[in-house]
């Protein structure tokens, strides 16, 4: 019997046997759809964290005040001037960015309050990691930390490329996004903190859906020179002087060990031996942050898998019906001629067609949950490759053939005078 013969056979007897032929294509069929979703959703988060180490940059360090600290009065926390301090030890790092935030502006502009929006104190070294930005105007430069001017850039939100579903239920715009979407504020003056501050430029973010960056939320709504955000926006004395955070980024991963040790050393010792900050590594955080979402990987690999090896199982116990139930028509074939090997080949490609046709259809499903609903619902850390819908449906037919490889065996072993004296 030729390969021809066998799938022609194979073909006319799953058209034969409709249900159990669909039992099994369905649970194949399901298990390679498990396995392709997570196939590309493992793909799309190595992707995303590729993009994410060019934005942040190689030798990413954020050092922040410490949480629930009680301060025994010798140091002043997190300052500007501790930034100052690491620039002028450590010249050649490729940034020094000092941040401080106010959650709560309150801006106005023509003498109306705007809510939702948040200022973010910075140094003209903010720009240079993390920088998803479409820029209008121009940015902030040394001159203006220097004057304490009071100019400011607005951020723009980016809207979506493709809405998801859920999207439609979040209908709130706050009074701050409303204006800067719908008029063009470069040249124009906003209220903070009671002082007039010019808008020098205006910052657009991309899409939601097209931002490389792993965190999204808590873009800057309104940035404005460090100096001026201390000297006009910040709260009590203290305040006039604290930062939130310092970004520093050693331009290397492999001097990150030395640079953070210095760090800490030179921290340690402005701050008067208080332990009042922390140094942690952005890589680290987006490994953690990986590492978490890989735990819902290996889940859905695993049920994958499992559903893989359940159609498996019934290929298995479908090919053993078929060989029972055919047992005449086998001692037929052996006396007309027919080897062992062509007997084997027989139920194997039926098999092996069944899991063809369940992987092909599996693959037709995952892409559809791919599109239709991981994309949908703005999961967009989800990346299908031809090879993983090719490899799927190899491995599809592979696995059918694998289980049926015992029934086939036992088949090709039967005895043409014993197997065609069985009735059907």
Known sequence: MNIGEAGRTAAREIRVHKIRS?????AISVGAASLLYTLAQ????????????????PGALT????????????SKGLTGADADAIRAEMPELYMVSPTARDWNARPRFAGKPLDGA?????????????????????????????????VCLVVEPGGWFK???????????????????????????????????????????????????????????IIVPLTSYHAFLAGDQRQQTAVDKIQVDTGDEKTLGAVRHRI?????????????????????????????????????????IVALLSGGIGILNVTLAAVYSRMREIGIRRALGAERADVLALFIAEAALLGLAGGAAGVALGAVGIEKLAKAAGNEVVELAWFHAAGMVALSAATAAAFAAYPAWLASRMDPIEAMREER
């Open 22 to 26: 669909l039992l099994s294509f369905s």
């Open 42 to 57: 493992t793909r799309g988060m190595q992707e995303s964290v590729r993009k994410n180490l060019k934005l942040m940059g």
């Open 63 to 74: 050092i922040s005040a410490k949480e629930h600290y009680t301060s025994r009065g010798l």
């Open 118 to 150: 948040n200022a973010l104190g910075v140094t003209p070294e903010w720009r240079r990691r993390n920088w998803v930005y479409r820029l209008r105007g121009r940015f902030l430069n040394e001159t203006d930390v220097r004057e304490t001017a009071r």
């Open 163 to 221: 809405k998801p579903f859920w999207a439609a239920f979040w209908s709130h715009v706050n009074g701050f996004d409303a204006l800067v979407t719908r008029r063009d504020m470069l040249g124009r003056h906003l209220e903070l903190g009671g002082h007039d501050f010019l808008v020098v430029g205006t910052l657009k973010l991309p899409p939601r859906d097209l931002d490389p960056r792993l965190e999204k939320w808590g873009n800057p709504s």
């Open 264 to 304: 800490e050393q030179l921290l340690s010792q402005r701050h008067r031996g208080e332990k009042d900050f922390e140094v942690k590594s952005d890589l680290q955080d987006l490994e953690d942050m990986i590492r978490e979402q890989n735990k819902d990987v290996a889940v859905a690999l695993a049920l994958g």
